[in-house]
């Protein structure tokens, strides 16, 4: 072969490798393509999916709210025509109440998940028996059952099972749970409430053999706007957050929250692990015990500030009822001023309030009468915790403010310490 043929034969050669790499690279390029054009699909069905899920809940919502609504409403116009029945007046109050409780407690889980979901939820972390919110999610929920309508066990363990984390917020989680078997389980069906302990771990288990899940449900069962298919009219409805708010919660404290189900029918499974601590916190002793229950009622002077005059005015009477002494206003000023009239011990304090907002009126009150004055925010929505702390505010209630919460926290006030600066 001369040396021109062995010239053309590497030549020839070389042409064929490049042929097969441009081949491969082809190859490869277009499978990319082909990948990168279903993945592009995939997130285009997700996001279809997460709009159509929004709008659900979105109608979901309108439905709950109008429900509780209309029957507020109709009370109200019954209450003008039944005032010579002692009996109806008294059986419509008490309907109005459940309603209002049941329009709360939508609110709360709405601003409860957005603080989640923005990480602005705060938690106490403190070493408890965790039999203790067991039993009170327990009693919570199965209270408002008909006795004969479902059958509840609760198993506890003989052996105390210590974790730590927030006893209020795990009593949550838990009612969330139970509540969410109530709602899918039928007349004459069982659900059941455990704690026992895996290794290292507590676990919280509710178990009912209600409407069950489809296999396809499971995986996002814990997501925000999932919920099983129902008609709108179910009696037993709500939002579908409670499961979100579970898993949220439970992570926050290092824990897991799982779900399982045998399908349609069949019932479902709701676990919950946390980390147990192997050692048990020191007891209490039984003076400070007897000491931290003891409440002794004292009258204080509370000044309501709230821009909605009839909210206030309600609000001031309540309180004047239970034997304090109290005055609302409607503006920032106003507040600032009846402060150097009225000398307040405790605060309500909006904070969309007209003229000077709540925050600049608790930095005044705060820088003129120190720890004399106890200033509680009550808003319509969550706040930053970090911005009520930094303008002087001692507690944040959601409005309408529990009750029981705020005459918890008035009587726990100790009393004002020092004035430091006029206003």
């Known amino acids: 072969m001369t040396a021109d ?27 990319r393509a082909t990948n990168a054009a279903s993945l592009a699909q995939v997130h285009v069905d997700e996001a279809l999916q997460e709009h159509l899920r929004k ?7 309108g439905h709950e709210l109008r ?3 209309a029957a507020l409403s109709h009370g109200l116009a ?38 989640v979901v923005s990480g602005k939820v ?7 028996d965790l039999a203790g919110p067991v039993r009170a999610a327990a009693e919570t929920v199965m209270l408002r059952l008909a006795p004969e309508r479902l059958t509840f066990t609760l198993a506890l363990p003989v052996e105390n099972i210590h974790v730590r984390g927030d006893s209020l917020r795990l009593a949550q989680v838990i009612v969330n749970l139970l509540t969410n078997a109530v709602s899918y389980t039928d007349v004459g069906g069982h659900i059941t409430l455990t704690l026992d302990a895996e290794g290292e771990n507590a676990r919280i288990t ?44 439970v992570e926050l404290h290092g824990g897991k929250a799982t779900a399982s189900s045998g399908g349609l029918g069949k019932g479902s499974e ?35 500030v709230e821009d909605e005059s009839l909210m206030a005015d309600a609000l001031a009477e309540l309180l004047a009822l239970d034997g ?37 009126v608790a930095r005044r009150l705060r820088t003129a009468l120190g720890r004399k004055v106890y200033i509680i925010a009550v808003t319509g929505y969550a706040k930053d915790a970090a911005r009520l702390a930094d303008a002087g505010f001692d507690e944040h209630l959601i409005k309408p403010p529990d009750l029981d919460k705020l005459a918890a926290l008035i009587a726990a006030w100790v009393g004002p310490t020092a004035h430091t600066a006029p206003i």
């Not at 008490?94 to 889980?109: A, G, H, P």
């Open 270 to 304: 709701f676990v919950i692990t946390l980390p147990r601590l192997r050692e048990p916190p020191p007891t209490q002793a039984p003076d400070e015990v007897r000491a931290s229950k003891e409440v002794v009622f004292r009258p204080r002077r509370i000044l309501i």
């Open 206 to 249: 509710v178990r009912d053999d209600g409407a069950g899940m489809a296999a396809e449900l499971v995986p996002h069962v814990f997501d925000v706007f999932t919920q099983e298919p129902r008609e709108l009219d179910r009696e037993r409805g709500g939002l579908g957050l409670g499961l979100p708010l579970v898993r949220r919660l």
């Open 67 to 69: 429900n509780p609504l």
């Open 324 to 360: 304090h002494q109290t005055r609302a206003v409607y503006d920032g000023l106003a507040a600032l001023e009846a402060a150097t009239m009225f000398h307040p011990e405790i605060v309500l304090l909006d904070l969309g309030l007209p003229g000077v907002d709540g925050y600049e």
């Open 78 to 115: 019954l209450l003008d025509k039944v005032t010579g029945d002692p009996g109806r007046s008294a059986e419509l109050r008490s309907m109005m109440v459940r309603q209002t409780k049941r329009m709360s407690d939508m609110l709360d889980q709405l601003l409860d998940i957005g603080r």
């Open 5 to 31: 043929e062995i010239r053309i034969a590497s030549l020839n050669e070389a042409l064929a490798s490049s042929r097969e790499i441009v081949q491969t690279l082809t190859d490869e390029l277009e499978g």
């Open 55 to 61: 709008d659900e809940f979105l109608a979901m919502l």
């Open 122 to 128: 705060q938690i106490e972390k403190l070493a408890i």
